[in-house]
């Protein structure tokens, strides 16, 4: 599992008719948690995936190479 804000046990609120996802954790502790927070390094760095796992955008700007 990749290492994250949330751990195994947190407790995630889905609120599906308002739209919303919510963790039940104290701020002062997920603060805590991404002053800890590390980028994970890529699994594969060379070839074709490699070149799309440093380039690419994320999914929500439509995952598409910054040149």
Known sequence: ???GLLRDGD????DIP?????VK????ELA?????WKS???TISHG??????????SADAGAVLKW
């Not at 308002?18 to 919510?22: D, I, M, Q, S, W």
């Not at 954790?25 to 002062?28: A, F, R, V, W």
């Not at 805590?32 to 800890?36: P, S």
Request: charged share 30%.
């Open 48 to 57: 074709a995936l490699g070149k799309y796992a440093r380039m690419a955008s």
């Open 40 to 42: 994970p390094e890529p």
């Open 1 to 3: 599992m990749a290492p």
């Open 32 to 36: 805590h948690r991404r002053k800890k």
């Open 18 to 22: 308002n739209n919303t996802l919510n």
């Open 11 to 14: 407790i995630i609120e889905i």
């Open 25 to 28: 954790l104290p701020e002062k």
